[in-house]
């Protein structure tokens, strides 16, 4: 990095945080800090709803997936907009008339206190891994390409927003993500603009889409059934949509975002506005990915994008079988450099030679997975081996001019800290109302906002020393939303249980949680032991429908007083 990339880098990150910091400081109620005075207009909510759900791991990992496996994951988004519409139509008029400052609220009312306290147990485990990942996956990424120190880094992206995020609450968060989302969007147009400058004159945008599509990475839609198979155009609208009811619906991290609106009308619009956008942002940053693997193809790789993978084994026993796959893939590239050509001048040619090449280039690559894995284990190191989330980052640090490999990294940190800010205060703010308030009696406005405070402080720390012992997953996108499918299934379906069965109360919703948390979890385990076949997304709709179901049977089985079934207003 330059002079000038890092003036860019440092002046954006401190402008966004200085600017938080000033114009939402001095929240003098609980409803200012938590609900940032109800004066968000729709356009604001839907870009901190975007923000939040799109964090440095979507800017990192996603290019990387489409590079290896095409278009594909797109499919896993298919399921938002039909979420979107359902939460507008149920649960934003509910929550808006009961005035609730979190999604937990609403349950005391429906069944009671210890039902609520659960389900914000579940949320408080679940996101408060999920913020020390979003922390920890840019950070190991940078440090590895950077050789900047990882420790550092996670400390440094926690302290900056914990700084604005105590400060100032929603209202800092809410407006920070305005500006960071611009940052966004500018710096992955201009990403965009610069890959496709860098190819070949030939090369138009009809013949680089035709060049991805004889690759295999433009198979958009897979209507199979094959549960071998992740993404497919079944899992994204059945698993993605009860994943996205939850996400948006149930998890205090994007409800607390639409909860700052000015009215129903404007939270409604901010979600539909989400919903219309999120997937063509998604399609666009997967064909960032795409493009990225057509510069490739005139442009030599490397083995493994990785390189501090790189370092180990090339100083190891194994260097010489690894510099002979390097070797054998130069050849390749030559070859498959010319086949490539050939085709881009007569599109109506077989693209069985290029897929053959790029078949042979995959199991190069692998071979030099496997090596990298032994070198390591020869030196009793943790090397990531998997090289999906470097495959961007290597391309801007090695293909962008100065000034703007700035802006893409601000792009990255950026993204990093508006999800990071989203989650701290719902944290901070399901901490506070959902398990702190009810139990140390009355307190005054100014007490509570300063209990936030520190809550906000106490799980921003916990979110760092999460960050310093995580372990990257085979892609860190994946991971997240691994997280969350292990929880959410069960928290949408307690949800569902207190919006259309009447009848089910509260003792029967809780035993039924309790048990569906223990099956989801033990349905994981044994998909990650390979005893079961089981794609992490339908954990999502398997555990809203065996806590509903679970509940009902409980009930059917012994009916109980129970608590007036109406929804009163709090």
Known sequence: MQTLDWIVLIGTLLTIVIYGTIQTRGSKNVQDYLKGGNT???????????????????????PGQAFNDGMGFVQFYFGLPIAMIVICMVFIPLYHRLKVYTAYEFLENRFDRKTRTLTAILFLIQRGLAAGITIFAPAIILSAVLGWNLLLLNVIIGVLVIIYTVSGGTKAVNVTQKHQMVVIFTGMIIAFVLIFNKLPDDISFTKAVEIAGASGKMEVLDFSFDLNNRYTFWSGII???????????????????????????????????????????????????????????????????????????????????????????????????????????????????????????????????????????????????????????????????KGLIGLLLAVILSAAMSSTASELNALASTTTIDLYKHRVGKKTETQMVKTSKWFTLIWG?????????????????????????????????????????????????????????????????????????????WLNFIGCVIVITIACLIQGLKPTQGKDLSVQSS
């Open 40 to 62: 968000s207009k729709w356009w604001t909510i839907g870009l901190s709803v975007m923000a939040t759900q799109a964090s440095a791991i979507t800017f990192l990992s996603t």
């Open 239 to 401: 698993g993605g949509t009860f994943l996205m009811l939850s996400y948006f619906g149930t998890d205090q991290s994007q409800v607390q975002r639409y909860l700052s609106g000015k009215s129903a009308k404007e939270m409604q619009l901010g979600l539909m506005f989400n919903g219309l956008l999120k997937v063509p942002m998604q399609f666009f940053i997967l064909f960032v990915g795409v493009m990225v693997f057509v510069f490739y193809q005139f442009n030599q790789a490397p083995v493994n994008f990785n390189p501090t993978a790189t370092e180990v084994v090339l100083n190891s026993q194994f260097a010489d079988e690894y510099k002979a796959i390097q070797e054998e893939q130069t050849l390749l590239f030559t070859e498959k450099k010319n086949a490539i050509n050939a085709f881009s001048s007569n599109p109506d040619r077989n693209t069985a030679t290029i897929a053959a090449l790029n078949s042979k280039n995959d199991a190069l690559r692998e071979k030099a997975r496997v090596l990298i894995e032994k070198a390591g284990e020869a030196k009793n190191l943790k090397v990531e081996s998997n090289d999906k989330d470097y495959v961007f980052i290597h391309f801007i640090l090695n293909n962008l001019p």
């Open 461 to 537: 720390i916990l979110a760092i020393c999460v960050a310093c012992i995580a372990n990257l997953a085979e892609n860190l996108i994946q991971l997240v939303n691994i997280i969350g499918s292990i929880f959410y299934g069960n928290v949408l379906g307690i949800f569902l249980l207190a919006f259309f069965f009447k009848f089910v109360r509260a003792n029967a919703v809780f035993i039924a949680a309790f048990i569906t948390q223990f099956i989801v979890i033990a349905l994981f385990l044994l998909n990650e032991f390979e005893y079961i076949n089981l794609p992490f997304l």
